[in-house]
């Protein structure tokens, strides 16, 4: 991967944004792509809801969607103390919680915090690892009492953990976010790629950067209701399988998922099965490295959920393989990205696309 795209990749991560506060994140994404489209053709609607579209040479409508939201925490109490709660917004584990480095985005700023644990030493029973609901989590800033931590912090300030963004060995990197940003970057890449291509996709196309999709209220369905696309094209993580799985348990449940061998195309329930047949033949001539999991339908995908809305809206899925999910060191290979980004390419570009919608 060029040093431009892990800039970029390395820029989305470390942009903070729980689901619900995507406006940071919004603008820069519509500042990356203002570089490629006319800036009439790149709006933030009121939910912070990017939306990108390029003209193609039919009718029909493809829409593509990465939602940019991350899981996140939001203040709900402070106590006599100066002791800080929270809770989740969207989904969490409370048993990777403890002694956490977080960050709390208040209406002044960054105030950096931390989730208190009892002394090592003090444990009575090495069993006892000090886990936490998540409404017990400790939340310090340093300073007590109410008076002095509330004229810092208030309730509803939204929480995050400390964003991070490392490198671990060949095309492998960790961090907090790549759930959906992976997705983003793959949106933006390939958005260059067709412009810069010099050939019209074969449907016009809706790109979108969709808003809380973590709290399973995502604010992509009123603009499928707006532009009624014939196909909907959900760019998201899914379950790599290949760690920590030393009883095929986990590659059981979720289909063998390696990171480096591709992007995924999901096959089943709700997944229209024409266009599966269209992104295995393209990726065959093209030598796109791509995997298989399976839909088993109502899997939470914005694709899916969509695929009742008008009437009717076909829909695929593209997941990126991702170990760790849905927590700070989510970990992705880079090839897997580009291998999503040349499909999507190709795939809005096939001659017999019309066909399919």
């Given at each position: 991967?060029r040093?431009?795209q892990?800039?970029?990749?390395?820029?989305l991560?470390r942009i903070?944004?729980?689901s619900g506060y995507?406006?940071?994140?919004?603008?820069?994404?519509?500042?990356?792509?203002i570089?490629?489209?006319p800036?009439?053709?790149?709006?933030?609607?009121?939910?912070?809801?990017?939306?990108?579209?390029?003209?193609?040479?039919?009718?029909k409508?493809?829409?593509?969607?990465?939602?940019?939201?991350?899981?996140?925490f939001?203040?709900?109490?402070i106590s006599a103390e100066?002791?800080?709660?929270?809770?989740y917004?969207g989904?969490?584990d409370s048993?990777i919680l403890s002694a956490?480095?977080l960050v709390?985005?208040?209406?002044?700023?960054?105030i950096?915090a931390v989730?208190?644990r009892?002394h090592?030493h003090?444990?009575?029973d090495?069993d006892?690892?000090?886990i936490?609901?998540i409404t017990e989590?400790?939340?310090?800033?340093g300073?007590?009492?109410?008076?002095q931590v509330?004229?810092?912090?208030?309730?509803g300030?939204p929480?995050?953990?400390?964003?991070?963004f490392?490198?671990?060995v060949g095309?492998f990197?960790?961090?907090?976010?790549?759930?959906?940003?992976?997705g983003c970057?793959?949106l933006?890449e390939?958005?260059?790629?067709?412009?810069?291509?010099?050939k019209?996709?074969n449907?016009?196309?809706v790109?979108?950067f969709?808003s809380?999709e973590?709290?399973?209220?995502?604010?992509?369905?009123?603009l499928?209701?707006?532009?009624k696309?014939?196909?909907?094209?959900?760019v998201?993580v899914t379950?790599a399988?290949?760690?920590?799985d030393?009883?095929?348990?986990?590659?059981?449940e979720?289909?063998?998922?390696h990171?480096?061998k591709?992007i995924?195309?999901y096959?089943?329930c709700?997944?229209d099965k024409?266009?599966?047949?269209?992104l295995n033949a393209?990726?065959?001539?093209?030598?796109?490295?791509i995997q298989?999991?399976?839909?088993t339908?109502?899997?939470?995908?914005?694709?899916?959920?969509m695929?009742?809305?008008?009437?009717g809206?076909?829909?695929?899925i593209?997941?990126i393989p991702?170990?760790?999910?849905?927590?700070?060191?989510?970990t992705?290979?880079?090839?897997?990205?580009?291998?999503a980004?040349?499909?999507?390419?190709h795939?809005?570009?096939y001659?017999?696309l019309?066909?399919?919608?």
């Amino acid at each position: 991967m060029r040093n431009r795209q892990i800039k970029l990749l390395e820029q989305l991560i470390r942009i903070p944004n729980p689901s619900g506060y995507e406006e940071q994140i919004a603008k820069f994404i519509q500042e990356q792509l203002i570089e490629y489209l006319p800036k009439k053709n790149v709006t933030i609607d009121f939910q912070n809801n990017v939306i990108a579209t390029i003209e193609g040479t039919t009718d029909k409508t493809i829409m593509i969607d990465a939602h940019s939201d991350e899981i996140g925490f939001i203040v709900n109490n402070i106590s006599a103390e100066g002791i800080i709660s929270i809770n989740y917004i969207g989904g969490g584990d409370s048993t990777i919680l403890s002694a956490r480095d977080l960050v709390i985005l208040t209406d002044k700023g960054k105030i950096n915090a931390v989730v208190d644990r009892k002394h090592a030493h003090l444990v009575d029973d090495e069993d006892d690892e000090n886990i936490y609901s998540i409404t017990e989590a400790p939340v310090d800033i340093g300073i007590r009492k109410k008076k002095q931590v509330e004229k810092l912090v208030k309730i509803g300030d939204p929480v995050v953990y400390r964003p991070s963004f490392n490198h671990l060995v060949g095309d492998f990197y960790s961090g907090y976010g790549f759930d959906d940003k992976a997705g983003c970057f793959i949106l933006i890449e390939a958005i260059r790629e067709i412009v810069t291509s010099g050939k019209k996709p074969n449907a016009n196309l809706v790109f979108v950067f969709s808003s809380q999709e973590e709290t399973g209220a995502t604010k992509a369905r009123p603009l499928v209701r707006k532009y009624k696309p014939d196909m909907f094209i959900e760019v998201d993580v899914t379950f790599a399988t290949d760690y920590l799985d030393f009883n095929g348990s986990m590659e059981r449940e979720a289909g063998r998922c390696h990171l480096g061998k591709g992007i995924v195309i999901y096959r089943g329930c709700d997944i229209d099965k024409e266009s599966v047949k269209a992104l295995n033949a393209i990726a065959i001539k093209n030598k796109i490295k791509i995997q298989y999991q399976a839909s088993t339908g109502g899997i939470g995908y914005n694709s899916t959920e969509m695929a009742g809305e008008n009437m009717g809206v076909r829909a695929l899925i593209l997941g990126i393989p991702l170990r760790n999910m849905h927590t700070p060191v989510e970990t992705i290979n880079t090839v897997d990205l580009n291998e999503a980004v040349k499909l999507l390419k190709h795939f809005v570009q096939y001659q017999k696309l019309e066909k399919l919608l």
